[in-house]
């Protein structure tokens, strides 16, 4: 066989290995699509909670200050629930008590409007209404069934929940460790690059997560005082929504906003519905020129549209949660591309070079001493 006939035969067989290997790495990836995204989640939060660990770690022993930051992060839902379900049920009673009262209120108000007993006496509306309520507490035996079957989707959940905690554990008590040590492996210009980006990347995450917070609490308490004032009723459990969903970049605010609104209109429309959409415009005036500019600042530092798409991208990926992670997730990897563009030589930025300027609190260890003993972002 001619040498030419020896190199296309290896030419073809190479490309074949190759796509042979990309297919089943895909098809790995797809059938361990789900331990891998718990993955992904105990990495995020192992980043997140990294700054109060190392806060209580400068007085307790690392094994406690994961501890004790653990006991906080499992009281939310528990106080959530104390806050969230006993109004809702007591609520869910009241209204299949009184739904046969509302009911009769309906007709009275249709038998003196001429149009409107046309119309039921053509339909029946009233009268399908009144039997519909009066079936209204047997139904919610049944609604009690399937609260009771989603209460088996949580129970069966809770497996997913613990590996991730016990993921979280894992990289909170040994992450700088096992960073530290991988990095000997590697020549020490690119360990130094690598430490920079993880170590921008943790200070990006962390600052992102503590500001996001800040804001949804601010804009929580700001909002349970509002609707206190308005006399609106659940203002605790609507200031809660308000809470979670301005932890959505860009549109969740305005998404709690609406719901809220739409809970006024039914506690004292018009007055407390105007005095929220003006208070909920104005705020969130506020919140996306002042308040979150010095967010993305001092964390992300990334432009509105990237912020937009990642949203987008990380919402049809992951639903809600990749909606939540998917601007830190954009910072990291701008991060990487400016670093690797500079590695390149394709953007020079003499503060790269120096070590100092907006490198910030994830700026790299002074000399390779400190990274071959471990030092490493969290």
């Given at each position: 066989?001619?040498?030419?006939?020896v190199?296309?035969?290896?030419?073809?067989?190479?490309?074949?290995?190759?796509?042979?290997?990309?297919?089943v790495?895909?098809?790995?990836?797809?059938?361990l699509r789900?331990?891998?995204?718990?993955?992904f989640i105990?990495?995020f939060?192992?980043?997140?909670?990294?700054?109060?660990?190392?806060?209580?770690h400068r007085?307790l022993r690392?094994g406690?200050a994961?501890?004790?930051?653990y006991?906080?992060?499992?009281?939310v839902?528990v106080?959530l629930?104390?806050?969230?379900?006993?109004?809702?049920?007591?609520?869910a009673?009241?209204?299949?008590?009184?739904?046969?009262?509302?009911?009769?209120?309906?007709?009275?108000?249709?038998s003196?409007?001429?149009?409107?007993?046309?119309l039921?006496?053509?339909?029946?509306?009233t009268?399908?209404?009144?039997?519909?309520?009066?079936?209204?507490?047997?139904?919610?035996?049944?609604?009690?069934?399937?609260?009771?079957?989603?209460?088996?989707?949580i129970?069966?959940?809770?497996?997913?929940l613990?590996?991730?905690?016990?993921?979280?554990a894992?990289?909170?008590g040994?992450g700088?460790?096992?960073?530290?040590?991988?990095?000997?492996?590697?020549?020490?210009?690119?360990?130094?690059?690598?430490e920079?980006?993880?170590?921008?990347?943790?200070?990006?995450?962390?600052?992102?997560?503590?500001?996001a917070?800040?804001?949804?609490?601010?804009?929580?308490?700001l909002?349970?005082?509002?609707?206190?004032?308005?006399?609106?009723?659940?203002a605790g459990?609507l200031?809660?929504?308000?809470?979670?969903?301005?932890?959505?970049?860009?549109?969740?605010?305005?998404?709690?906003?609406?719901?809220?609104?739409?809970?006024t209109?039914?506690s004292?429309?018009?007055?407390?519905?105007?005095v929220?959409?003006?208070?909920?415009?104005?705020?969130?005036?506020?919140?996306?020129?002042v308040?979150?500019?010095?967010?993305?600042?001092?964390?992300?530092?990334?432009?509105p549209?990237?912020?937009?798409?990642?949203?987008?991208?990380?919402?049809?990926?992951l639903?809600?949660?990749g909606?939540?992670?998917?601007?830190?997730?954009?910072?990291?990897?701008?991060?990487?591309?400016?670093?690797?563009?500079?590695?390149?030589?394709?953007?020079?930025?003499?503060?790269?070079?120096?070590?100092?300027?907006?490198?910030?609190?994830?700026?790299?260890?002074?000399?390779?001493?400190?990274?071959a003993?471990?030092?490493?972002?969290?």
């Amino acid at each position: 066989m001619a040498p030419s006939e020896v190199t296309a035969t290896r030419t073809v067989l190479r490309a074949v290995l190759v796509v042979v290997a990309v297919a089943v790495t895909l098809y790995l990836l797809y059938l361990l699509r789900r331990p891998l995204g718990w993955l992904f989640i105990a990495t995020f939060l192992a980043v997140a909670l990294s700054g109060p660990v190392n806060l209580l770690h400068r007085r307790l022993r690392r094994g406690f200050a994961i501890t004790l930051v653990y006991l906080g992060l499992l009281a939310v839902p528990v106080l959530l629930g104390a806050l969230l379900v006993p109004p809702l049920v007591t609520e869910a009673n009241d209204l299949a008590e009184n739904a046969p009262e509302y009911a009769r209120d309906i007709s009275t108000f249709v038998s003196e409007n001429d149009r409107l007993r046309d119309l039921d006496r053509d339909y029946d509306i009233t009268g399908k209404l009144e039997e519909t309520a009066a079936r209204l507490p047997e139904r919610l035996g049944g609604a009690a069934s399937t609260l009771r079957d989603l209460g088996l989707g949580i129970v069966n959940s809770v497996f997913a929940l613990v590996t991730i905690l016990i993921l979280t554990a894992f990289m909170l008590g040994g992450g700088r460790r096992w960073i530290g040590q991988g990095l000997r492996f590697l020549p020490e210009d690119r360990a130094d690059r690598l430490e920079r980006v993880l170590a921008r990347s943790a200070a990006a995450v962390g600052n992102y997560v503590a500001g996001a917070l800040a804001q949804a609490t601010l804009a929580g308490i700001l909002s349970y005082l509002v609707l206190s004032i308005l006399g609106v009723p659940f203002a605790g459990p609507l200031a809660l929504i308000v809470f979670f969903l301005d932890l959505i970049p860009l549109v969740g605010a305005t998404i709690g906003a609406v719901i809220v609104g739409a809970v006024t209109v039914f506690s004292d429309f018009p007055t407390a519905t105007i005095v929220w959409a003006i208070w909920s415009i104005a705020y969130q005036q506020v919140e996306n020129n002042v308040i979150q500019p010095q967010i993305q600042k001092r964390a992300v530092d990334i432009s509105p549209f990237v912020v937009i798409v990642a949203v987008l991208f990380g919402g049809t990926l992951l639903g809600v949660l990749g909606a939540l992670v998917a601007v830190p997730v954009a910072a990291t990897i701008q991060i990487a591309a400016r670093e690797y563009a500079d590695y390149r030589g394709l953007a020079p930025r003499p503060e790269a070079e120096t070590g100092t300027g907006d490198a910030g609190p994830g700026a790299p260890p002074e000399g390779p001493d400190e990274r071959a003993a471990g030092a490493a972002p969290a």
